[in-house]
């Protein structure tokens, strides 16, 4: 790794300072894909600013019936928080299939939600959930979140700060991972929210997560695993690698959408 | 004798590897040490055109920046392979030019170009990124099949077409009649993947130049550290070898990838000299991946006939073997003497021909993993066993059966010559182990939660106990694979056992500690194994081809055999009784049916003061041995597989795993048990999971786990082991060997039993979700017509 210097700054707008006075320092928030970006040369911030630490940043409440999950909060405290297993177990679930214990207890949410990989869990929740991304600036609509493959609405300096989730009237999430990292070779999370039925789905979109809207049209006359059945999945837009084609991502697409549904 | 052969002992050296106090090479610190990162190729074949260094030289903690032409300038020699294959048409083996440095030409992406010694690991990087070199690039050949391809890229001057040697073992046209003639006949194309070692301590070097003694040390993660020090001193010409140490102290893991010497090893040995530092050099994964050796990587075509009876009347083969870019230190045997001798199986077969054609690619070098050899020659014969059962309508038990070797010795057309086995035994009691009776209900159970239930077997032989020197050298080998030991007992009576014999993960410290228990009747804890030190053991062929029972301990006996002698040679005549009337027991020295004894200590004592030795005996109590076995050994065994299949995802399950093998003697159970679940979870993982791939262009696309999938906990099921043992009878404990057995018998059962749950044989490993899904598609109108 290159030689970097860490700061634990002590609120968010020390952070946002440290990060506007750096214009190559970068967020740490468990370091769980950068830091090994970083091992291999292919990242080299000047400044890591390590937001885990910052009093507030971390843990769940349930205030008003919403869920507001700050950034730095670990997944393996996603996954056995009372009030995230109450009113939206779907994503303790997800949570909880995160990684490798090393990792759920390292990496966060807001970690997560900026990084944006095309094969992460979270990103599915947020949008299937239809979830705010709150920042140190403003609330981000999940809809106008999500911008492609590690890409996303946020501004340079801007820091996530915490997810808010209105608990769904149900929702289930299905992975189908990658045997070597465990990422989701196909992740689908369905949602039956105020807004109407979601499902976005991750790890197999060219351009990152992405909602379907042929299984929330199916979804959303009969929420049933039966529904999926006769919904057409294209492989269209889809990734291709050396562990799954499209077609073959296409096709999980419809078996995990059935299984998230069942799930919900 | 609680401690002795049979004991269910726990391991001595695990005390110290479970509490971190193992000692590595990298953990090893040098005064004056100074650390090497290599320039390594980013393109999987180019011309090296030019190499400016300046900028990496100017950098802050740069030592030397240094390059291949120095290297040849110093004599530094080519890397070679030690084992001499001649090709059908009498012509020698095509071995390309391999410095440890390239000189003009990059043959692999992370051939090594460069080296920079700075005084930290992170100023050896950085420079190494700033060491600029100019490449002509040139296109790549990566796979078997292509490399001999016309107009197929040339990775090697000296071989035309990319052809290494085109070698063939047994009799083409009685095979071939044999086949015309039969009554049923399968053929099969068969790929078995490329694989990567993966040993959990990736390889280290840590070289030091004593000027002024001009001497070199050699700390290395090495599973034979005197064969290195030979190769490094004979072929290398680093430096004579009683010039030259080398110690493997504590190594997390070979699998075969550090029997070799790599081209790192040399240039911190050299560095060394150049810098007069220590040079410290340890791979992170990435270049683990890079440029360990790899494993596996045939193509082959095998034809086998069948009389109306299901009787074998022939078995053709036609392989091509991926050596790589160059020829790594034992490559040229694993895909000939280490495979084609094998062929046979365990089944009577009176007419067996293989063609064997080896090239380079534009790859990392492959050599020995794990089985070498065995593997592949296994994989073929069982699969097609399987796959001709079922065309024949045959139970996959029955047919093998029905052509079992029964009597022994028996002699192979490929070479081998099985001494002892009892191979209808082994699958007896693996098919009771297995509950095969009670398969259907299972299958039957299983559809009804939506999976595809399959059984699959394998019976598997492998060649062990590598190997008489003799013959061994009548085939090409450049050396001879006999084992040293020297036993020492000290004169309070605690010995020491000095083996050639390395212990990387086998838990030598305990068995071999046993063994010398067993036979003084002593505690192990009385027992030291001193092993991985050129200048403290006389010498050692090293560890791999589950070799260190059959050849390592036989070597060890054969010394305690001398000690013995001299120790009734001294009880005899101090307790003045004669020595056929003296049995050693329970640590002490008896004259039976009396109570007149000596203390083994006692025995150690009058040893070394020699006040009461016999007339011109000299004195001490220690004694040498070199052991060359007759034969090799021939463990074999059943193993069933249970796998389900999820027909909507593809993903494989294996939720049964039966193994019986056959090993001879078993020292510790739990250790043998411990190598058969780790070799099962290898094979597991060939079979499921794991395949080295690289793009058109030569690039490595599993380059790290994220690609690259290794086997994990919840992979691999809970197995179920059954021994059936049938002493060795050409050593003296009765030793086969169980290091490799589970890589080697894995991979058919569990293909086997996948192929059997979806109905078809055309299934490729890694059987990955998405391969099976395909060959359930593929499948289906076929199960549809049904």
């Known amino acids: ?264 | 004798m609680s401690e002795g052969i049979g004991a269910r002992v726990k391991r001595k050296e695990d005390k110290r590897f479970i509490t971190g106090k193992g000692r590595y090479t990298d953990d090893i610190r040098m005064e004056n040490q100074a650390y090497a990162a290599f320039v390594r190729s980013p393109h999987a074949h180019a011309r090296v055109t030019g190499i400016d260094r300046a900028a990496a030289e100017a950098m802050e903690g740069v030592i030397a920046v240094l390059t291949g032409p120095e290297l040849v300038a110093d004599k530094i020699g080519n890397l070679i392979c030690g084992w001499a294959i001649t090709s059908k048409d009498g012509s020698g083996m095509k071995m390309g030019p391999w410095s440890a440095l390239a000189t003009d030409k990059v043959r692999y992406a992370g051939d090594a170009v460069a080296v920079v010694i700075a005084e930290t690991p992170a100023a050896a990087r950085l420079a190494a990124e700033a060491v600029a070199v100019d490449y002509a690039e040139l296109p790549a050949v990566v796979f078997a099949d292509r490399a001999l391809d016309p107009g197929a890229p040339q990775v090697h001057d000296v071989a035309p077409g990319n052809l290494i040697y085109d070698w063939e073992i047994g009799d083409a046209g009685a095979t071939d009649a044999a086949i015309a003639g039969a009554h049923h006949v399968t053929r099969m194309e068969i790929t078995n993947n490329r694989l990567s070692p993966n040993p959990m301590e990736p390889r280290s070097a840590v070289a030091t130049f004593d000027e002024a003694e001009d001497h070199y040390t050699l700390y290395t993660t090495s599973q034979n550290p005197h064969v290195a020090r030979l190769v490094l001193s004979a072929f290398y010409n680093v430096a004579p070898e009683h010039k030259l140490r080398v110690i493997a102290p504590d190594v997390g893991g070979g699998f075969g990838s550090k029997i070799y010497i790599y081209p790192e090893e040399i240039v911190c040995l050299w560095a060394s000299m150049k810098t007069k530092r220590s040079v410290k050099w340890t791979a992170d994964r990435s270049e683990a991946f890079l440029t360990d050796a790899h494993g596996r990587d045939h193509v082959s075509t095998a034809t086998m006939g069948f009389d109306k009876s299901g009787r074998i009347t022939g078995f053709k083969v036609e392989t091509i073997a991926n050596l790589g870019a160059y020829m790594s230190l034992f490559s040229s045997c694993v895909p000939t003497y280490l495979y084609a001798t094998l062929l046979s199986g365990q089944y009577d077969i009176a007419n067996i021909h293989a063609n064997v054609k080896a090239v380079y690619t534009n790859t990392v070098p492959v050599d020995a993993y794990r089985g070498a050899g065995r593997p592949e020659a296994c994989y073929l014969i069982e699969r097609m066993m399987e796959t001709a059962a079922r065309e024949m309508g045959m139970n996959p038990a029955d047919l093998r059966r029905k052509n079992f070797i029964t009597s022994f010795p028996h002699q192979t057309p490929v070479i081998m010559a099985y001494d002892a086995g009892d191979f209808d035994g082994n699958l007896d009691k693996a098919l009771k182990a297995a509950d095969v009776a009670g398969f259907p209900a299972r299958k039957a159970e299983a559809a009804r939660r939506g999976k595809l239930r399959g059984i699959g077997y394998s019976c598997y032989i492998e060649a062990c106990g590598i190997a008489p020197s003799a013959a061994v050298g009548s085939l090409g080998a450049g050396v001879g694979l006999w084992e040293s030991a020297e036993v020492r007992v000290n004169p309070v009576g605690t010995i020491e056992v000095l083996t050639g014999s390395h212990s990387h993960g086998q838990g030598h410290e305990t068995t071999f500690a046993q063994v010398v228990a067993d036979r003084f009747g002593l505690p192990i804890g009385n027992v030291q194994i001193v092993h991985g030190d050129t200048d403290k053991v006389q010498f050692g062929m090293g560890t791999y081809g589950s070799r260190s029972g059959a050849v390592g301990i036989s070597a060890i006996v054969k010394a305690l055999d001398k000690v013995e002698a001299k120790v009734r040679k001294i009880a005899a005549h101090v307790l003045e009784a004669a020595e056929a009337d003296l049995v050693i027991e329970g640590g002490a020295v008896k004259v039976a049916g009396t109570d007149r004894q000596m203390a083994w200590h006692e025995v150690g004592l009058a040893a070394y003061t020699a006040h009461n030795l016999p007339a011109g005996m000299e004195p001490g109590l220690k004694e040498g041995a070199f052991y060359d076995p007759v034969n090799f050994t021939f463990p074999a065994g059943a193993y069933i597989a249970e796998v389900e299949v999820d027909p909507a995802t593809g993903v494989t399950e294996v939720v049964r795993f039966t193994a019986a093998d056959d090993f001879g003697t078993i020292i510790n159970p739990m250790i043998v048990e411990g190598q058969v679940h780790g070799g099962v979870a290898q094979g597991i993982g060939q079979a499921l999971l794991e395949e080295v791939v690289y793009a058109d262009d030569g690039q490595l696309l599993t380059g790290s786990y994220m690609d690259y999938a290794m086997p994990r906990a919840d992979d691999v099921p809970f197995y179920t082991i059954e021994h059936n043992t049938t002493v060795c009878p050409n050593n003296p404990l009765g030793l086969k060997g169980c290091g490799e057995a589970g890589a080697i018998g894995a991979p058919p059962a569990v293909i086997n039993a996948i192929t059997d749950a979806i109905g078809t044989n055309d299934l490729a490993m890694p059987a990955t979700p998405q391969r099976v899904w395909r060959a359930i598609q593929a499948a289906r109108p076929a199960i549809a017509a049904e």
């Open chain 1, 1 to 264: 790794m290159y030689a970097t210097t860490y700061h634990r700054p002590g609120s968010v707008a020390e952070a946002a300072t440290l990060i506007g006075a750096n214009p190559e320092a970068k967020v740490l928030a468990g370091g769980q894909t950068l830091l090994p970006t970083m091992k291999q040369h292919l990242a080299a911030p000047s400044d890591l600013v390590d937001i885990r630490r910052i009093p507030g940043m971390a843990g769940v409440s349930a205030a008003g019936g919403v869920l507001t999950i700050g950034a730095a909060t670990a997944h393996a405290d996603v996954a056995r928080n009372a009030d995230v297993l109450r009113h939206a177990p779907a994503l303790a679930c997800l949570a909880a299939g995160i990684g490798d214990p090393a990792v759920r207890h390292m990496g966060t949410i807001g970690g997560s939600v900026a990084n944006n990989d095309p094969a992460a869990d979270y990103p599915s929740a947020v949008l299937a959930l239809n979830a705010t991304v709150v920042t140190n600036r403003r609330e981000i609509a999940a809809d106008a979140y999500f911008k492609g493959m590690f890409t996303t609405a946020l501004e340079e300096g801007e820091i996530i700060t915490a997810i808010r989730v209105t608990p769904p009237k149900r929702a289930g999430y299905a992975k189908f991972a990658n045997p070597a990292s465990r990422y989701a070779l196909v992740g689908v999370f369905v949602a039956e929210t105020a807004s109407g039925v979601r499902v976005a789905v991750t790890g197999a979109g060219a351009n990152g997560v992405f909602r379907h809207k042929g299984l929330e049209a199916a979804l959303a006359a009969s929420f049933t695993p039966e529904a999926v059945d006769g919904v057409k999945i294209s492989a269209e837009g889809l990734l291709s690698d050396i562990h799954a084609a499209a077609d073959y991502r296409a096709h999980l697409i419809g078996v995990m959408a059935r299984r998230a549904v069942a799930a919900a």
